[in-house]
């Protein structure tokens, strides 16, 4: 695993962006693994630009979300199918809707879409590159501590911490869902290869404990040490103290 200091958000982002796109480019077939969350507006905003720019075909690209609420329409503002439109599939609407995918959490048979999204990703996979934020609590997708490591789409019960967090995303922490359908750790691990960010102060100690911790359930980001192909890119704020800036 390789941790790399980029100093800022910004730089960050902008670096992940590129390396969607010459995905994207140099293979447009190529198939993505998604992230949400505030970690990933900016990367969004930059691969948007990228896209735009040079109008690149991405008729072929196929894409497959990390995770979804349970219980919010695909309308909900909250929800990770309006955050998608809103950051990239609106403002690039060159994707072919048949090749996004993203768990339907409002399902009345949540287990039935679970083992659906589950079965798809195992007949379209894998994922060339999987993104990835980190919860305060080092959760990867909806995979919180405790969560099995070869777990695949499963449906998760959240976390007070989970909860906590994102309730800045909300209008208060009792509008927040306390479930979600998520990727699986097994399933994360099966792209061929994955980009971690984290930024600000918040996640130091996130990125502190899997960085000094092995393979543990208690920890599912160290569920990452387990893979061959792994980049994790933060801020100076997440940054342990020896990891040089480049
Ligand atoms: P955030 O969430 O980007 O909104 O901090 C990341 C995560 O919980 O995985």
């Keep these: ?6 100093g ?8 992940v962006a590129c ?8 293979q447009p077939t190529s198939k993505l693994g998604l992230a949400t969350g505030g970690t990933m507006t900016e990367v969004y905003k930059y691969l948007v630009e990228l896209l735009e720019k040079n109008q690149l075909d991405v008729s072929h690209v196929e894409t497959f979300n990390l995770d979804e ?8 503002p909250q929800s990770y199918h309006y955050y998608m439109n809103e950051v990239l599939f609106d403002q690039y609407p060159n994707f072919n809707k048949e090749n ?4 339907n959490g409002y399902s009345s048979q949540l287990e039935d879409e679970a083992e659906r999204y589950n079965q798809l990703l195992n007949d379209r996979g894998p994922v060339d590159i999987q993104i990835l934020g980190i919860g305060e609590n080092g959760h990867i997708g909806f995979n919180e501590p405790g969560t099995d490591l070869h777990s695949e789409t499963h449906i998760v019960d959240l976390t007070e911490s989970t909860i906590r967090a994102n309730s800045r995303y909300f209008e208060s922490e009792s509008d927040v869902p306390q479930q979600a359908v998520s990727m699986g750790l097994a399933s994360i691990l099966k792209a061929k290869r994955i980009i971690l960010l984290a930024f600000g102060e918040k996640k130091k100690e996130a990125i502190h404990q899997l960085m000094n911790n092995q393979v543990t ?4 980001s160290t569920i990452l040490h387990a893979h061959p192909n792994v980049e994790v890119y933060v801020d100076d704020e997440a940054a342990p ?4 800036k480049v």
Excluded: Q, R, T, W
């Design 241 to 244: 103290p020896h990891i040089d």
């Design 8 to 15: 800022s958000k910004k730089l960050a982002s902008f670096y």
């Design 100 to 103: 996004i995918h993203i768990p």
């Design 1 to 6: 695993m390789k941790i790399i200091n980029l």
């Design 69 to 76: 609420y349970v219980g919010l329409k695909a309308e909900h």
């Design 217 to 220: 359930k208690d920890i599912p």
């Design 19 to 26: 390396e969607l796109y010459k995905e994207m480019s140099c």
